[in-house]
């Protein structure tokens, strides 16, 4: 079944701290990959996606990540980060190619950064 | 507009009500889902419509009734709800079924049953 592991439940950083939150995937397949955030009541908003191609993502806001397929891993990261990126993080995964786009989640990270 | 509106942002109902959650988006995408997020949990997937027809149920209850009147609007029947069903339910919308799309997500109704 497909799953997907976020290690870090909890993270308290503190402003210009660098920021690396991991995920883990279970997948008999090539996947699509994501990260939503969910700022303190707001609606879950996308970072960032890989499809295919270089597998070092921009996304919004100065965050990357890096899909390294033989560790199944897709790891969230942002070398500087500020008050406003205490939020909830989300990595997700879809089937590649499939056609019904179900969002498997993982456990989500909780960022805190104290300024 | 890359909105997904959602209403009423809060319920509070009693077991034996019936009540309706509403979702609306106008981007012009022809998929929409409902997701059911607990306290600390991550947001689970309930349906998925395409094109106005509902194309996965992930064995939710029956007390859950959801309808897709039109392309834009989602609705989610409420009926005979149990206290654990409270929660976040969230709406999401993509342009289509492809697993490479996007999905935009509402800010959600929080759900008390009480």
């Known amino acids: 079944a497909q799953s997907v592991s976020q290690h870090n439940h909890h993270v308290i950083l503190s402003e210009a701290a660098s920021l690396e939150l991991g995920c883990n995937y279970s997948?008999?397949?090539?996947?699509?990959l994501f990260w939503y955030v969910q700022y303190p009541g707001q609606h879950l908003q996308l970072l960032l996606k890989?499809?295919?191609?270089?597998?070092l993502v921009k996304g919004i806001k100065g965050f990357e990540a890096e899909f390294i397929k033989s560790k199944f891993s897709f790891n969230l990261r942002k070398p500087s980060v500020q008050w406003s990126d205490t939020a909830e993080y989300f990595c997700?995964?879809?089937?590649?190619?499939?056609?019904?786009?179900?969002?498997?989640f993982g456990t989500g990270t909780l960022l805190a950064v104290q300024p | 507009d890359t909105e997904v509106t959602q209403t009423p942002k809060h319920l509070v109902m009693g077991m034996t009500n019936k009540k309706s959650l509403k979702c609306e988006q106008h981007?012009?995408?022809?998929?929409m889902y409902w997701y059911k997020q607990k306290a600390k949990k991550p947001p689970e997937l309930m349906f998925v419509?395409?094109?106005?027809?509902?194309?996965i149920n992930e064995s939710v209850p029956s007390r859950f009734s959801p309808e897709c009147p039109n392309s834009s609007l989602l609705n989610l029947h409420l009926h005979a709800l149990q206290p654990e069903d409270s929660a976040l339910y969230l709406c999401?919308?993509?342009?289509?079924?492809?697993?490479?799309?996007?999905?935009?997500f509402g800010p959600g109704t929080r759900l008390t049953v009480t």
């Open positions: 999401a919308s993509s342009p289509g079924l492809q697993s490479s799309y996007e999905q935009y």
């Open positions: 997948y008999g397949g090539t996947v699509n």
């Open positions: 890989y499809f295919s191609g270089d597998p």
């Open positions: 997700a995964v879809t089937g590649y190619g499939g056609a019904t786009n179900k969002l498997i």
């Open positions: 981007m012009g995408h022809r998929a």
């Open positions: 419509y395409s094109y106005e027809k509902l194309s």
